[in-house]
């Protein structure tokens, strides 16, 4: 099915009319979705920010209009966003030359970016050249480019790359003991990915702990429908656990994480199935949803179950906190001296039960968690520490906004005021 959803009411923004700031649409494409936001930068809060999904899939409605939309490809998809953002009705902007830029989510820079950067025909080769290590999401991440590239020629694009934040890793941590030579034929290495969002979670950390981000040891952790950690030492990123593709780490919804890899081989001879069946089961039928056995379609809704003791989703639910729990320790150790694990706000309350599975056990490193705190209802949309005073490590609930980080880059860019080396946010205080 499409579907088209604007998050924030439109009609609450008047249209934008001269003296506005910087422009900005920001889009993180799937093969069948787009989620999308508009800022006037500097202004942290979207204008507007939505998402289309069934995208090439089946006829709808247009739910504003009520008319029959098909969007065969993503080329309509963005079109229609830019037609809704100027829609006389409901829309924010008079004219799309009030766009000043466009920032769009890559997952996989491979080794040749380690900072956003404007886009060009060489960085859409370079984007096409790692596709088969994310194939769901850089396929349509430049389908998606070239289409608004064609839709909004006069403007700048800017590439924001999951894997770019984890560039700081070292040689013991990125490579992999196989042969040496697929790293040089095929770069076979870990590259990490959720970078935007560990980015924005150690910055908002550093805030909280009064401390300059390179003074910061933290463990950070991306809670979504991908779950990634990462192991942040002085503020640069020194190990995290998804590795040359998304599925490596701990369970996911639908990824399996770390798994013997014999398995696959055996599975193989003994059911018959083709790489491409076999890399389909462990990306989109393993995780937890693997684990109940197709009894629940989210993480959401394996964790509800859990919650109710249903057996299979407690079981999903129990593993996926002991692998939680384990990268945790074994990060404590990879950095020695710890200021603060920061959650991500996740699914929601629900996720406070999993904050108490994943710390339960930890108090032998001094690690508290305030269970009142923990369960309060702003953990979903407040920033909030759930440590007791006596942790010796601070802990913390963040929602993460990658959207702003994907804002705040392209604008710069497009204003010629990036510094990747050590960019600054107007997250950086509290």
């Known amino acids: 099915m499409t579907r088209v959803s604007k998050r924030e009411s439109l009609l609450v923004f008047p249209a934008l009319t001269g003296g506005c700031k910087v422009i900005i649409l920001t889009l993180n494409c799937r093969s069948q979705t787009i989620h999308y936001h508009l800022f006037d930068y500097p202004n942290p809060i979207p204008l507007t920010s939505g998402y289309v999904e069934g995208i090439g899939t089946h006829t709808t409605n247009d739910v504003l209009d009520g008319a029959p939309l098909l969007l065969e490809n993503h080329h309509d998809a963005i079109n229609y966003i830019l037609e809704t953002l100027c829609h006389p009705d409901y829309g924010v902007?008079?004219?799309?030359?009030?766009?000043?830029?466009?920032?769009?989510?890559?997952?996989?820079?491979?080794?040749?970016?380690?900072?956003?950067?404007?886009?060009?025909?060489?960085?859409?080769?370079?984007?096409?050249?790692?596709?088969?290590?994310?194939?769901?999401?850089?396929?349509?991440?430049?389908?998606?480019?070239?289409?608004?590239?064609?839709?909004?020629?006069?403007?700048?694009h800017v590439a924001i790359f999951d894997t770019a934040f984890h560039h700081t890793m070292p040689p013991k941590a990125y490579m992999y003991p196989l042969p040496y030579e697929w790293y040089e034929k095929h770069r076979v290495r870990r590259y990490g990915f959720h970078g935007s969002s560990h980015l924005y979670l150690a910055h908002r950390a550093a805030?909280?702990?009064?401390?300059?981000?390179?003074?910061?040891?933290?463990?950070?952790?991306?809670?979504?429908?991908?779950?990634?950690?990462?192991?942040?030492?002085?503020?640069?990123?020194?190990?995290?656990?998804?590795g040359m593709t998304p599925v490596e780490g701990t369970a996911q919804e639908r990824r399996c994480g770390n798994i013997d890899p014999g398995i696959p081989g055996f599975i193989m001879d003994w059911e018959e199935l083709s790489p491409q069946q076999i890399e389909e089961v462990l990306n989109e039928k393993s995780g937890l949803l693997g684990l109940t056995g197709g009894d629940c379609t989210t993480r959401q809704e394996v964790l509800i179950k859990a919650a109710d003791n249903e057996p299979r989703a407690r079981l999903a639910a129990d593993l996926e906190a002991y692998r939680l729990r384990k990268f945790i320790g074994e990060y404590l150790c990879v950095l020695g001296q710890c200021d603060a694990i920061v959650f991500s706000s996740g699914q929601g309350t629900i996720e406070a039960d999993v904050r108490q599975r994943v710390l339960h056990g930890l108090e032998c490193f001094n690690i508290f968690l305030d269970e009142e705190k923990?369960?309060?209802?702003?953990?979903?949309?407040?920033?909030?520490?759930?440590?007791?005073?006596?942790?010796?490590?601070?802990?913390?609930?963040?929602?993460?906004?990658?959207?702003?980080?994907?804002?705040?880059?392209t604008a710069k860019i497009v204003l010629n005021k990036f510094t990747p080396a050590r960019p600054d946010y107007t997250f950086d205080d509290l």
Do not use: W
Request: proline share 4%.
């Open 93 to 156: 902007l008079e004219s799309l030359e009030q766009l000043r830029g466009v920032g769009h989510r890559v997952v996989h820079g491979g080794e040749n970016y380690h900072h956003s950067v404007k886009i060009d025909v060489e960085v859409l080769h370079n984007i096409r050249k790692v596709e088969r290590m994310a194939p769901k999401y850089n396929i349509p991440s430049r389908q998606a480019i070239i289409a608004a590239m064609e839709l909004l020629p006069d403007i700048d």
């Open 207 to 242: 805030a909280h702990l009064g401390k300059p981000l390179d003074q910061c040891n933290l463990i950070t952790i991306h809670l979504d429908l991908g779950i990634s950690l990462c192991a942040i030492r002085q503020g640069h990123s020194v190990d995290t656990s998804t």
């Open 374 to 409: 923990n369960i309060q209802e702003r953990c979903i949309h407040s920033e909030i520490k759930i440590s007791q005073p006596q942790s010796a490590v601070a802990l913390y609930v963040i929602p993460s906004d990658e959207a702003r980080v994907f804002c705040e880059d």
